[in-house]
């Protein structure tokens, strides 16, 4: 099971100079870096960083200083660093990440194998982090200032957050595409195809159409976090009943 893709978009001049300085910073110490999220797959946003991963012979703290080096005046970036040693004793979950859509940019790896238990506990591990999120946001966090912050600070940083719980939320439908037997749904638009529930695909507009509907979520973002917990509620309780979809 899996795919680790292949370049099908242009490499931006910024990731190959990144890449560039990792792999003469690194050297020996490097045993692959991977491009990949939505700008890998042609789909970013306003909101997208350029997502990496790097994969060390050993991970200790000079190396990880050097990588911090590297980005200290660069924004917009998101890098996800293990060792080979800890790739092999990888968690169940959070393996689809290494299986699909990755844009080989240096070396290679040996990507940790999907099961159906892992894809069932990916969705499960994600409703249980994107339910407290919206709870926890609901109850204590959309209408009041709290722990000093300030009420416009809370009034973008809120929806922001809530964007990212919705990138999650794809990763656990696409999830469930795999568990179906299916082919993995490596874009938001390859998912959207498939999609018949009215809410999973008001999950997708909320990202694809972010600029547009950005700012009705920073007049009150209630909505958006009523339909996230309302679609990952629905998702474990058709693996529950064991009949996802």
């Not at 910024?14 to 490097?30: F, Q, S, T």
């Not at 709870?135 to 964007?163: C, D, I």
Request: include cysteine; aromatic fraction near 8%; glycine fraction near 8%.
């Amino acid at each position: 099971m899996g795919d680790q893709g292949s370049q099908r978009h242009p490499l931006p001049d910024e990731v190959r100079e990144v890449a560039d300085h990792l792999i003469a910073a690194l050297g020996d110490n490097l045993a692959a870096l991977l491009w990949h999220g939505s700008w890998a797959r042609g789909e970013q946003t306003a909101e997208s960083d350029h997502d990496l991963i790097i994969v060390l012979r050993q991970v200790n703290d000079d190396l990880i200083l050097a990588i911090q080096g590297l980005f200290a005046d660069r924004s917009g970036w998101s890098t996800y660093i293990k060792s080979e040693r800890e790739l092999r004793q990888y968690p169940v979950t959070g393996r689809v990440q290494f299986q699909f859509g990755l844009v080989p940019l240096y070396g290679e790896f040996e990507a940790p194998q999907l099961s159906p238990k892992g894809l069932a506990e990916d969705i499960r591990l994600l409703a249980t982090n994107i339910h407290h999120e919206c709870r926890y946001l609901l109850v204590h966090g959309t209408r009041k200032v709290h722990l000093g912050l300030a009420a416009e600070f809370l009034r973008v940083r809120n929806p922001r957050w809530m964007y990212y719980q919705a990138k999650l939320a794809v990763l656990a439908l696409k999830a469930r595409e795999l568990l179906l037997g299916r082919s993995y749904p490596e874009t938001r638009a390859d998912l959207r195809g498939r999609l018949t529930d009215e809410d999973e695909l008001a999950v997708l507009d909320a990202i694809d159409r972010w600029p547009e509907l950005r700012a009705g979520f920073e007049r009150d973002v209630t909505p958006l976090v009523l339909r996230l917990d309302s679609v990952m509620r629905n998702l474990v309780a058709e693996l529950d009943s064991g009949e996802p979809g």
